[in-house]
């Protein structure tokens, strides 16, 4: 780890980076988006195939974070992952006008601006993410999560407003100028804003963090992820992410149908009511972060107790969502939603601070290949849980007349699942655990590993 800690300007400083990522992905998932389905008339699943694909391809990101392990150093795959990033920003927009003359054409620069998008943003957000690790102190990292979350919220919101005011009227032109001019901006803050702030002493990488006669190489990536996996926090975190941002996602596209369907709300009223859930997230982000500062401690055995509590009190929301559906004349659904937020807010936050905190857990010079793993987990699961709530309610649907028994099951199984999350992230980050004594590989283990990773 490195020797300094980062103080509150050096946080805020990295948050600006996540500010700039924000701004250049806001673009591809939300304004073309908007425009491949309403200028351009295509299909929904266009722009739905090519954000899942932007997810998919950050399964790369365990070896992004395992290339930053070996260099000793976090801030070149930072910039180095905006510059793709910012890169695929431009060609998205660039496909997207393609689109209205040449198709084929047009669709194929998108697939790879897409690609590009995924590996700049795995590779940029990894690095960004282990960098916070090594050099924020224990009770600090709750805050640090907040911040930098907060600040790629405020990427989201001002890139939003701003570039919005300048797309109309709409022209491909205009939509090719204003990307290009967001991806130079967020490059230029992000090559400012890390100036200097990692600490200049070069990491060294143990020689026994490989296997004898293993080269460096894609082999020793290999045999680094079968240590990886191999150790039980490690794995048991991976799976505790992977369901708990299921449940999370799952539920993004429901919500709103299901205010119009069973609450008769209108599209302006159930719009408004996904702006109050954002904003109980923000303020369940806050109340984590100025409660674990302001602690004597911040370490994995506080973050487990608000990460849990997190999660199960999402899990209460849900349930009372889904029961609310048998009496929505009666319901306080509002509330219900803000509180599903601010359940939510703490539940992401400290999940985030305790992957910084995990992160240096285990075998020496991994944290990049640990915090990559858990965001390759992520990204997965992001991918899969909004398709899977919109299979989900359609097959519920199929088996029920009543839309509110429909929907009651499909949050009632979120819910669910929210639970098992906790059952799992209390397991996973229960222990301070000896990595030496209970984590050395044994011959079953090893016979095991090698046939999931190949030789």
């Not at 100028?177 to 490059?187: C, E, Q, Y």
């Not at 098992?420 to 011959?443: H, L």
Request: charged share 10%; glycine share 12%.
């Amino acid at each position: 780890m490195s020797t300094c800690s980062l103080g509150w300007w050096g946080i805020v400083r990295l948050g600006l980076v996540q500010t700039a990522l924000g701004a250049v992905i806001v673009l591809t998932t939300s304004t073309i988006n908007r425009i491949m389905v309403v200028e351009l008339g295509l299909a929904a699943m266009v722009p739905g195939f090519l954000v899942a694909l932007h997810h998919v391809v950050q399964m790369s990101r365990p070896r992004f974070g395992y290339g930053s392990d070996i260099g000793g150093r976090r801030t070149p795959w930072i910039l180095g992952g905006m510059f793709v990033l910012a890169t695929g920003g431009f060609g998205a927009a660039v496909g997207t006008a393609m689109l209205a003359n040449a198709v084929s054409g047009g669709m194929l620069v998108a697939m790879i601006s897409f690609v590009l998008i995924g590996l700049g943003s795995g590779a940029a957000g990894t690095s960004l993410l282990v960098l916070l690790a090594d050099q924020v102190e224990a009770k600090r990292k709750a805050a640090a999560a907040t911040i930098v979350w907060i600040m790629m919220i405020a990427g989201f919101a001002i890139t939003a407003g701003v570039a919005g005011s300048f797309l109309d009227p709409y022209s491909p032109g205009r939509l090719v100028a204003v990307s290009g001019v967001v991806s130079i901006v967020a490059l230029t803050i992000s090559v400012l804003a890390l100036l200097g702030v990692e600490n200049r002493e070069r990491r060294v990488r143990p020689a026994t963090a490989l296997d004898s006669g293993v080269t460096e190489g894609a082999a020793s990536f290999r045999t680094a992820l079968r240590q990886v996996w191999q150790e039980s926090q490690a794995r048991r975190f991976t799976i505790f992410v992977f369901v708990s941002m299921l449940a999370y996602s799952a539920q993004d596209l429901i919500l709103e149908p299901y205010a119009g369907t069973v609450f008769d709300m209108t599209p302006g009223e159930s719009t408004s009511l996904s702006g109050l859930q954002h904003s109980g997230v923000l303020l369940g982000m806050l109340v984590l972060a100025v409660t674990v500062t302001m602690t004597s401690r911040g370490g994995a055995t506080v973050l487990r107790r608000w990460t849990v509590g997190g999660c199960l009190a999402s899990a209460a929301a849900l349930a009372g969502i889904a029961l609310g559906g048998h009496l929505s004349s009666e319901w306080p659904l509002r509330a219900n939603v803000f509180l599903l937020g601010l359940a939510n807010g703490v539940f992401a936050v400290s999940a985030i601070a305790s992957m910084m905190t995990l992160a240096n857990h285990g075998s020496a010079q991994r944290e990049g290949l640990r915090m990559g793993l858990w965001g390759a987990s992520q990204a997965i699961a992001f991918a899969l849980g909004g398709f899977l709530g919109t299979v989900a309610i359609d097959l519920a649907r199929a088996m029920f007349s009543d839309p509110a028994q429909a929907y009651a099951l499909v949050f009632g199984a979120e819910a669910a699942l929210f639970v098992v999350a906790a059952g799992i992230g209390a397991y996973a980050q229960g222990e301070e655990i000896d990595t030496a004594r209970r984590d050395a590989p044994r011959f079953g283990d090893v016979a095991v590993a090698q046939v999931l990773g190949g030789r």
